[in-house]
């Protein structure tokens, strides 16, 4: 009996396991083994109804892990938004200039509408603009942005 026990896994020994490892989900939020875990439960499932043999049974939950870390990963997982590689979008914004800039120099400039999620930026000009005057968003050049006087 007690040769059995420890050689052959029983269907409660995989449930026991895939409830650890649900459990350690909350200690590790990573949600990964979240789906290891549940593996583990369909495992305890199928040994409890069917009495498959143990290389089956360490089968089926690799198959079944990897199965529900993939459909996770590929179909359900959020996608992470980032504004890397768009800042071409937000070219041709209008705003006013807050702080004069002088030919290359620096300035201030408040947008209508959020350029790379900041209204207000530290700007750049190949001409003299004054504060007020109306400016359009031609190219972002790291931390600040480059800009023209707006013709009429």
Known sequence: ???????TPLWWHW???GLILVAAEIVVPSFVIIWFGLAAIVVAVLEWVFSIH?????????????????????????KKKTTKG????????????TEAVEPFGRGR????????????????????????????CTEAMGNMLKVK????
């Open 149 to 152: 006087r707006r013709r009429r």
């Open 1 to 7: 009996m007690m040769e059995t026990l420890f050689t």
């Open 109 to 136: 400039a408040r947008f209508e509408a959020p350029v790379l999620g900041s209204s207000e930026w530290v700007v750049t000009a190949d001409e003299k603009i004054e504060v007020g005057e109306k400016v359009i």
């Open 15 to 17: 449930m026991a396991f």
């Open 86 to 97: 768009e800042s071409h979008e937000d070219m041709g914004t209008e705003g006013i200039v």
């Open 54 to 78: 143990f290389a089956t049974q360490l089968f089926w939950w690799i198959v079944l892990s990897v199965l529900f870390l993939y459909i996770w990963l590929k179909k359900y997982k959020p």
